[in-house]
């Protein structure tokens, strides 16, 4: 019988579900390697329980699946707090799964050196985990969403920490609403750095901006730890990667890569109730 796995990596501005099929034949050397299919919506926190469920379904008889076949586990990351509880309740009522949630004391299978280990997103790790994976190390992620994170993974897979800028999509409101002459633009390549009307000046003050950004931090932590793969993941990866020459690879589902591989790792710990089907 096949086995499926629910992965949902919950962020302050989008949460992404994925739907794996687990086993050795689904395994491979891409992060998409099992995934059957995978939703993106926005991380709302009046959304209820049966909301959630409904969207699932909705979406799963969109792609021609549904809930009819035994779902193996459900595992959460969460970046919003607020929104984690009924991600909690969706898998124990209505998947009759007890869901693993990543940071409460489970085994990444990655030494962390981060001062205080509790302090590291539940994403920034799925990442790191994902990445190893994929390319050992060393590697660094750049996770282009609400934020823009990087996440250094070292040789001997240490978790070595990283860094956290405000993401693009921030820094333009941010650079919108106080800017009573500016406005929103489309995130496209302008013809040169040097622009020539206000939207260009914009566009190129942004993405050479990114471009500059993660290629300093990128020279700059690559002098600590010698040359690394550098990996583009996140919401916002493949529009800026293509700009950003530094980033070798772009992964979209490396998150939930790295949270199915967590899940397989802490497997035993797994309560499975009955009950959550889904099928091609």
Not at 217 to 244: N, Q, R, W, Y
Request: one cysteine or more.
């Amino acid at each position: 019988m096949t086995e499926l796995l629910l992965t949902v990596d919950i962020g302050n501005t989008e949460t992404v579900f994925g739907f794996y099929e687990l086993g050795p034949s689904s395994t491979g050397r891409r992060a998409e390697d099992g995934l059957l299919a995978h939703l993106r919506l926005a991380t709302r926190v009046d959304r209820t329980v049966d909301e959630i469920y409904l969207l699932l379904r909705q979406f799963l008889d969109a792609r021609g699946l549904s809930f009819s076949e035994p779902m193996t586990g459900v595992i959460i990351s969460s970046s919003a707090s607020s929104a984690t509880q009924a991600m909690i309740d969706v898998s124990r009522g209505w998947l009759s799964i007890e869901p693993l949630v990543l940071g409460r004391g489970l085994d990444i299978g990655l030494k962390i050196r981060y001062d205080n280990p509790a302090e590291v997103g539940p994403d920034r790790l799925a990442d790191a985990v994902g990445a190893h994976d994929l390319f050992g190390g060393p590697v660094i992620v750049v996770d282009l969403g609400t934020a823009t994170t990087f996440d250094v993974v070292a040789a001997d897979g240490d978790y070595l920490g990283g860094a956290i800028c405000p993401g693009v999509i921030v820094a333009l409101d941010a650079l919108v609403s106080r800017a009573a002459a500016l406005r929103k633009v489309e995130l496209v390549a302008p013809r040169s750095v040097i622009g020539k009307t206000t939207v260009e000046s914009i566009q190129a003050g942004v993405l050479y901006g990114i471009k500059g950004q993660v290629t300093q931090i990128v020279a700059d932590t690559e002098e600590l730890i010698g040359p690394a793969t550098v990996i583009g993941t996140g919401g916002l990866a493949e529009l800026l990667a293509p700009f950003i020459p530094v980033i070798t690879h772009v992964e979209p589902w490396l998150t939930l890569h790295g949270l199915r591989l967590i899940w397989e790792r802490n497997r035993p710990l797994t309560m499975v109730r009955g009950g959550g089907r889904v099928t091609e």
